[in-house]
């Protein structure tokens, strides 16, 4: 009988990845958790800039139909946020669409005040704080609205009180009814030039902004 035949098999080679393999999936995985993380907070921020400039556009349209249909042409004679906020008073907007008064990208409510419900934190006039709505009104009292083209007036904007609505863009209407996004980066070259600082602040309205159109402002 012949000796049998021993055949000799072919080395496998050893299972698993390496460590350097392992670090680069690690590596590529991290990479794209934060690509997709900074792609998820950019599309929601901008989700926030879309929905605070449809609440100055419903603001606006209520403001040009108060003047016209209600106060004879003329605007709110309250200043900062009572200008905006004579819209509540007058019932021009009122219980659920008090909403439009908060920025989605601030902690401002409105809804302290005896009753609790949307809005409430208005009716008592004279103790309005400006926590409480998300937008700078008029100062009607120092800059007056007047001249036939309201395409340049402003009559609010976000006020970035104590940090920016929203990280560099600012929305503000215009007495023509208009809503305007303000990129910080895009329109204001020269602002970023004269202070690194409203990077991180926003754009400052009010009596010492540094972009004129919005010195005609008040938050309080």
């Known amino acids: 009988m012949s000796a049998p035949i021993l055949v000799r098999g072919t080395p496998r080679s050893s299972a698993g990845f390496s460590l350097v393999e392992i670090l680069v999936v690690i590596t590529l995985i991290g990479l794209l958790m934060t690509l997709g993380y900074n792609s998820m907070q950019n599309a929601m921020e901008n989700g926030r800039v879309v929905k605070c400039k449809n609440n100055l556009d419903q603001i606006g349209q209520a403001l040009i139909s108060y003047k016209n249909n209600r106060a004879k042409g003329r605007w709110p004679r309250d200043s900062g946020a009572r200008f905006l906020l004579t819209m509540y008073r007058h019932k021009q907007i009122e219980g659920r669409h008090a909403e439009v008064f908060l920025c989605p990208g601030t902690s401002d409510i409105n809804d302290l005040g005896a009753s609790g419900e949307i809005g409430s934190s ?34 609010a904007a976000d ?62």
């Open 159 to 220: 006020d970035n009180e104590g940090r920016p609505n929203h990280n560099v863009a600012t929305n503000i209407l215009y007495g023509d009814g208009s809503v305007l996004t303000f990129d910080l980066f895009i329109d204001g070259a020269d602002i970023l030039a004269e202070g690194e600082e409203y990077e991180v602040l926003g754009l400052p309205v009010g009596p010492e902004s540094p972009w004129e159109p919005l010195q005609v402002l008040r938050v309080d």
């Open 122 to 155: 208005y009716e008592e006039w004279d103790n309005i704080t400006s926590d409480s709505l998300s937008y700078a009104g008029r100062d009607v009292e120092a800059f007056p609205i007047g001249g036939a083209d309201l395409s340049n007036q402003v009559l």
